[in-house]
């Protein structure tokens, strides 16, 4: 009863529930506000990540590799075109075909997308020993473990 009661009661913003739904949340909008001053948008830091990775990706693929629907990358496509950090041509093979392309503009930014991820885990974990961290990613990796076992099955 006094679990009960610590979770469902005055106690429940204390929950390992609450505070690890809150300190994601926390992480998420900190990023985002560096990001915004770059000119990003939530959602377009991945798609950046994939082209980095590999340019002359049509949007299916890139909805297929950021677990998204075409409709959702479609409309963060033409953001980010507009926006100058990348640009769609057509299949020179399939005129059906479009594909995602890089421009200057969107190849310079990685540096700055990689210093926004690096202060935001700075800023995260200040305060932390060495030590304490890598016993914070142990912990995650089983919660992470725990979880993907149990929607598998």
């Known amino acids: ?4 009661e610590a979770v469902c009661g005055q106690h429940h913003d204390e929950s390992i529930d609450r505070l690890l739904a809150e300190v994601c949340h926390l992480h998420r909008s900190r990023a985002h506000q560096l990001l915004e001053a770059l000119g990003l948008y939530r959602g377009q830091p ?3 990540f994939a082209l980095w990775e590999q340019e002359g990706l049509t949007h299916t693929e890139l909805a297929e ?5 075409p409709s959702t990358i479609s409309k963060m496509l033409r953001r980010m075109e507009r926006a100058g950090f990348l640009v769609r041509r057509v299949d020179a093979e399939d005129q ?4 995602v392309y890089l421009t200057d503009k969107g190849r310079a930014i990685q540096s700055d997308v990689m210093d926004v991820f690096r202060r935001t885990e700075a800023e995260t974990f200040a305060g932390l020993a060495a030590e304490e961290r890598a016993q914070l990613r142990g912990f995650l990796q089983q919660l992470r473990a725990n979880l993907r076992r149990a929607t598998q099955g």
């Open 96 to 99: 059906r075909v479009s594909r």
């Open 46 to 48: 991945p798609v950046l």
């Open 1 to 4: 009863m006094a679990r009960e």
């Open 65 to 69: 590799r950021l677990h998204n629907t």
